[in-house]
Nanobody, 121 residues
């Protein structure tokens, strides 16, 4: 009943930057927490960053100081600004909307299809 679509991934050199976007569509009344996860080849999915509806943020230790999560509630969009990228950041990045209110009910575990980020020289 809701769709999440990520964009902005690609190939970038170490030290470069990318900005990921995730648009949530549907009959949305509100969205609580929004987050970015990533999964590298052979590794478990991990939380990268999360932002609440009020703007409170938390980051994985590995990306603190380099990544910044933000959101535009009017556009139902969450962003991930990634700076000083490292090869270790290579992964498929997934958008998550933790709690989405639509008419009549809340939806949880809402995921996008992912966008590939490759950091390589």
């Amino acid at each position: 009943q809701v769709q999440l679509v990520e964009s902005g991934g690609g190939l970038v050199q170490p030290g470069g930057s990318l900005r990921l976007s995730c648009v949530v569509s549907g009959s949305i009344i509100s969205i609580d927490a929004m987050a970015w996860y990533r999964q590298a080849p052979g590794k478990q999915r991990e939380l990268v960053a999360i932002i609440t509806s009020s703007g409170t943020t938390n980051y994985a230790d590995s990306v603190k100081g380099r990544f910044a999560i933000s959101r535009d509630n009017a556009k139902n969009t969450v962003y991930l600004q990634m700076n000083s990228l490292e090869p270790e950041d290579t992964a498929v990045y997934y958008c998550n909307a933790d709690r989405v209110l639509i008419p009549g009910k809340y939806l949880t575990h809402n995921w996008g299809q992912g966008t590939q980020v490759i950091v390589s020289s």
